[in-house]
């Protein structure tokens, strides 16, 4: 039986309305939960220099680690739409380097989402064990 997540899943809803994207037209929304049950909110920002936009993942993220939070059991990922929208590639890689065993729920609203592991969507990451070196 999974975790009751329906403060994190509203709150991903919610920071979807500070979505900056005049671009793309498409609005995200995170909500990121803390082993110590902290919620850090992101929404994706765009940029006229395209590259430079941020998905909303990567915001909830940073603005977690740079205030001293590293442990996580979950983020919601809340975008409009008639499929589930998955974190993208750069995405996965960013979370996972904070832990794979978190939950990762995508949100189509309070009542309709999917819930996966990360690592089911990143098989065979590179993470920092490649980097040990004797
Ligand atoms: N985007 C996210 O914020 N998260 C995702 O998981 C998928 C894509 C954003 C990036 C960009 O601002 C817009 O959605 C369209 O790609």
Partial sequence: MHSDYSILIEKSIRAKKHSYSPYSGFSVGAALLTTKNKIYTGANVEN???????CAERVAYTKAVSEGDKKFKAIAIAANGKEFVFPC??????????????????????????IVKLFELLPGAFDKTFLKIK
Avoid: N, P
């Fill in 48 to 54: 006229a220099s395209y590259s430079l936009c941020i």
């Fill in 89 to 114: 590639g750069a995405c996965r890689q960013f979370m996972y380097e904070f832990g794979d065993d978190i939950d990762v729920i995508v949100v189509r609203s309070a009542k309709q989402f999917r």
